[in-house]
C-alpha cells in the first residue's frame, strides 16, 4: 500500500456498509492518523452521494484507537438535497465503535473567495524549510506517515528538536504526497491533522490523541504543495484546541480545521 488512493479503498459490502483496510503507514508512533480515518469515512460517504462527490464539511468523533488491518464502515444517509447530502458514518473494528462523523457532501469548484479577511502563512520558501523525517532525532517513536507525506517545516519553529521550543504556539509547514499526487478535498483531511502537534511548540512533548475533529473543506486545490498554519488556542485540563488552516500554491484557502486534542502539560 502507500499511496492515498490505495490506503482509503473500500470493498462493498452492502447498500450501506463497506470493508476497509487500514493502512499502517498512515500512523505517528504506531497510531492510525486522524485526519486519515476521517478521510476513509468521507470516501464512504461519497460512495452514497454521487451527486455530491466532494466532503464539504466532517466532524468526528474518536472513541478508541482503531489498529492497522481489517475495518468495517457503515454510512446512513440523513438528508438528501438539491444542494447537498448530509450523512453520518462510523468507523468499527471487530464491532467495537472506533470513529464517528457527520459528513456534509456537496460540490466544489476552484473559485477563489468574494471575500477574505484570512492572513496568509508567513513561512520561508520550501526549499528554505526543513524536511521531517519519519525518524525524527529524539522522537522515540517512528513517524510513518512522513514516508507518504513530505512535510518541511518552517526553520523558525524546529527549536523543539533540541529542547529549545519557540513557544510561539504556532508551526507552519510546506505538504506535498510523496507520490506525486495532487492535494484533493479528501486528502486535505490529512493535511489538517499535521505532524508534529503545536503542544510541541510550546514545550510539550508526546502524544497528543485527538478527541474531536471538525473540517471544513472551501474550494478544490490547485496543483502543486500547500502550506499549512497550525496555531493553539487554549491549553488546560490536559486538553488543548489547534486550529488548522490550508493554502494552496495559488494563495487560495482551501480547507480549515478546529481539533480538540489530549496533551500533557
Known amino acids: 500500500m502507500g499511496n492515498f488512493q490505495e490506503a482509503t479503498a473500500l470493498d462493498r459490502r452492502s447498500e450501506t456498509e463497506f470493508d476497509a483496510e487500514l493502512d499502517p503507514q498512515w500512523s505517528v508512533g504506531g497510531k492510525l492518523h486522524g485526519g486519515y480515518l476521517l478521510a476513509v469515512l468521507g470516501r464512504a460517504a461519497a460512495e452514497l452521494s454521487p451527486s455530491h462527490p466532494h466532503p464539504t464539511a466532517i466532524s468526528g468523533s474518536f472513541s478508541a484507537p482503531p489498529d492497522a488491518g481489517p475495518a468495517r464502515v457503515t454510512v446512513e444517509v440523513l438528508r438528501a438535497g438539491r444542494g447537498l447530502t448530509q450523512l453520518r458514518a462510523r468507523l468499527a473494528q471487530n464491532g467495537k465503535?472506533?470513529?464517528?462523523?457527520?459528513?456534509?457532501?456537496?460540490?466544489l469548484d476552484d473559485e477563489g473567495p468574494w471575500?477574505?479577511?484570512?492572513?496568509?502563512?508567513?513561512?520561508?520558501?520550501?526549499?528554505?524549510?526543513?524536511?521531517?523525517?519519519?525518524?525524527a532525532p529524539g522522537a522515540g517513536f517512528r513517524v510513518d506517515l512522513m514516508d507518504v507525506v513530505e512535510q518541511r517545516l518552517d526553520p523558525r519553529v524546529v527549536g523543539f528538536a533540541v529542547g529549545k521550543p519557540a513557544r510561539g504556539g504556532v508551526i507552519s509547514s510546506w505538504q506535498r504526497l510523496a507520490d506525486g499526487a495532487d492535494w484533493d478535498p479528501l486528502s486535505l483531511l490529512v493535511a489538517l491533522d499535521p505532524v508534529p502537534p503545536v503542544s510541541y511548540d510550546l514545550g510539550l512533548s508526546g502524544w497528543a490523541p485527538t478527541v474531536q475533529f471538525t473540517a471544513y473543506l472551501r474550494r478544490l486545490p490547485a496543483p502543486g504543495p500547500i502550506r499549512v498554519r497550525m496555531t493553539a488556542g487554549d491549553v488546560g485540563g490536559n486538553r488543548m484546541d489547534e486550529v488548522a488552516q490550508a493554502f494552496d500554491s495559488k494563495d487560495r484557502l482551501v480547507a480549515q480545521a478546529t481539533q480538540i486534542a489530549g496533551v500533557r502539560h
Not at 465503535?97 to 460540490?107: K, R, S
Not at 471575500?115 to 525518524?135: L, T
Request: aromatic share 4%; hydrophobic share 40%.
Open 115 to 135: 471575500w477574505s479577511g484570512v492572513e496568509p502563512i508567513d513561512i520561508p520558501p520550501e526549499e528554505d524549510c526543513v524536511p521531517a523525517p519519519a525518524e
Open 97 to 107: 465503535p472506533c470513529v464517528e462523523a457527520l459528513v456534509t457532501q456537496g460540490l
